[in-house]
């Protein structure tokens, strides 16, 4: 019977999934459930030596567990959920009801990470619910801004694998690399550097030239493109 109820609430699940250009708009149906009842929706046991040979670097956003919400592809919300997002194959762990480490199973389209000391919120949307023409890779992107023009980052992580001297098995390192991407006029493309923005939003080109010019943004850091990018949006506010 158990398998039943499983297979029942993994069937909406899978059709949403197949269905990768429609995207829900949860904000009209406002659905919000408590974790208890994510519990029910299914996942499987995260294996204790998925990473066990890893010496450094991480495959997740944040080492820590982190209190979060998510909102499925059938519009259904849940909150207060104790949430690690893995940037290797891109599975959301969570904490089940008795603190088991579980991945999810479900299509999920978008996931909001809570840093508890802070009080900062980290958005992310999977590339499958991204609206937009383009190369769009597999995966999770941080949404940076949003707006007349959307801010994303995406941060791919490898595994390196070597074998030192006198050891029989392999290490493994996980090396990150961040990238930018600009979701403009229903068009999404990557952003090689941040003197580049100025050229894909022409209609503000000499503006945004001398904002950079006169905030000395380099580009090598978030913030950079963050502060770029607001400013930009800034212009078409009523």
């Not at 949430?83 to 389209?109: C, H, P, R, V, W």
């Not at 900062?120 to 995966?139: C, L, P, Q």
């Not at 980052?153 to 392999?170: R, V």
Request: proline content about 3%; overall charge neutral.
């Amino acid at each position: 019977m158990k398998r039943l109820l499983s297979l029942l609430f993994f069937l909406p699940a899978l059709a949403g999934w197949c269905q990768q250009t429609k995207v829900i708009d949860v904000g009209k149906e406002d659905v919000r459930i408590t974790a208890s009842q994510f519990y029910t929706v299914g996942g499987e046991p995260m294996s204790s030596t998925k990473y066990v040979r890893v010496v450094s670097g991480t495959p997740y956003f944040n080492e820590a567990w982190m209190k979060g919400s998510l909102d499925l592809s059938d519009g259904h919300g849940y909150e207060n959920l104790w949430l690690k997002l893995d940037l290797i194959d891109n599975s959301l762990l969570y904490l089940d009801a008795e603190g088991k480490e579980m991945i999810a199973t479900s299509i999920i389209k978008n996931v909001t990470l809570i840093d508890s000391v802070s009080g900062r919120k980290y958005e992310f949307v999977h590339s499958s619910f991204i609206n937009g023409t383009g190369k769009i890779a597999w995966g999770w992107y941080q949404v940076m801004v949003s707006g007349g023009v959307t801010l994303y980052k995406h941060a791919a992580k490898i595994i390196n694998e070597t074998k030192p001297y006198g050891l029989a098995t392999y290490e493994q390192s996980i090396v990150t690399t961040n990238s930018y991407f600009l979701l403009a006029d229903s068009v999404f493309s990557p952003i090689k550097k941040i003197t580049a923005l100025p050229h894909m939003l022409k209609n503000k080109k000499d503006e945004l030239d001398q904002y950079i010019s006169s905030k000395n943004l380099s580009g090598r850091s978030d913030a950079d493109y963050a502060t770029l990018i607001t400013y930009y949006n800034s212009f078409f506010l009523k």
